[in-house]
């Protein structure tokens, strides 16, 4: 299954495609770290905090490219869009209620982030390639974790039931044209997200 | 979640001794490698890393030295304090290189 959007990345309007990307990044990274300090054990408290700001890490390169491409800057993509404007699939704005579910999700968009990255590395757009193979060498970091949580937790049928319910949503993460439309939990955490910067007049230094 | 120490030890370039690190806790040997690589291993920091349980660690504390055989050293024991007292014994002196 190939996206046209995907297939050629130069004629489709590379910043779309860069921030459909960028958007998941940073909103999976920031539900991820909602984790941080209240995860199952410290241990695992530090790796799952340490993917959530790789996420953001990886949100951040996109935007960047983005910019270049519209004259803008990193910050403005990431904070200063209406909820709207977001191209973010459903599955990684959702606010899950357990550890099962964030597990599961983590696993479906691995999955679907490493089909996505493999097409950004074969493009002939030496920027997105380059890029997509630099994110792509922290992801492998992210499956192996997924991969070991995934066999752990497969006899629990309350991670089964979580990965069923959420699988449906995970289609849209390598195929941008499933995107339709946003969950409203995603207004809700952009509010939160995007407090602090909105709290001084535009143009404000940091 | 049933949890087992693991130690690690840290090899900062190769050919170098390993050192501990830390420890980690974890539930398998899997756990133990992921966690061990984000916290010592992937920022470049080690040319290797060991990790092992902690109960595959046999300790010994209980160290007397009995009769004081400080001769049974491999870094070798200090001769400075015998050679003086021979010296006072002999009637000769280090500080007369020339033999008088």
């Known amino acids: ?206 | 979640m049933t949890a087992t120490i693991w130690e690690v030890f840290r090899q900062e370039r190769k050919g170098q001794a390993f050192q501990h690190a830390g420890s980690i806790e974890a539930p398998d040997e899997r756990f133990a490698d992921w966690y061990a690589r984000e916290q010592y291993g992937r920022r470049g920091e080690s040319a290797a890393l060991w990790i092992v349980p902690r109960d595959a660690v046999h300790p010994i504390e209980d160290f007397v030295d009995e009769l004081n055989r400080n001769y049974h050293r491999v870094d070798g024991y200090p001769l400075k304090e015998k050679l003086k007292e021979a010296r006072e014994r002999a009637g000769t002196s280090a500080a007369a290189p020339d033999g008088s």
């Not at chain 1, 049928?157 to 995603?186: S, Y």
């Open chain 1, 1 to 206: 299954m190939v996206s046209p959007m995907l297939r050629n990345v130069s004629e489709q309007g590379r910043a779309q495609l860069l921030l459909g990307i960028a958007d998941d990044e940073l909103i999976l990274g920031w539900r991820d770290s909602e984790w941080t300090g209240v995860a199952p054990f410290l241990e695992e408290d530090v790796a799952f905090s340490s993917i959530a700001q790789n996420e953001i890490g990886h949100a951040r390169a996109l935007y960047e490219l983005a910019a270049r491409d519209l004259g803008t800057t990193a910050d403005e993509l990431a904070f200063d869009r209406r909820p709207a404007e977001y191209r973010c699939a459903q599955l990684v704005e959702l606010r899950l209620p357990g550890w099962e579910h964030t597990i599961a999700r983590h696993c479906l968009y691995e999955a679907a982030d490493a089909e996505r990255l493999a097409r950004l590395i074969a493009s002939d757009d030496p920027e997105v390639a380059g890029l997509a193979a630099k994110i792509d060498r922290e992801e492998a970091y992210h499956r192996m974790h997924a991969d070991m949580w995934f066999d752990r937790l497969s006899g629990e049928p309350r991670f089964q039931a979580a990965l069923e319910e959420l699988r449906p949503l995970a289609t849209a993460i390598a195929d941008p044209e499933l995107r339709n439309g946003h969950t409203p939990d995603l207004a809700e955490l952009l509010e939160v997200m995007t407090e602090v910067r909105r709290s001084q007049p535009p143009g404000t230094t940091w």
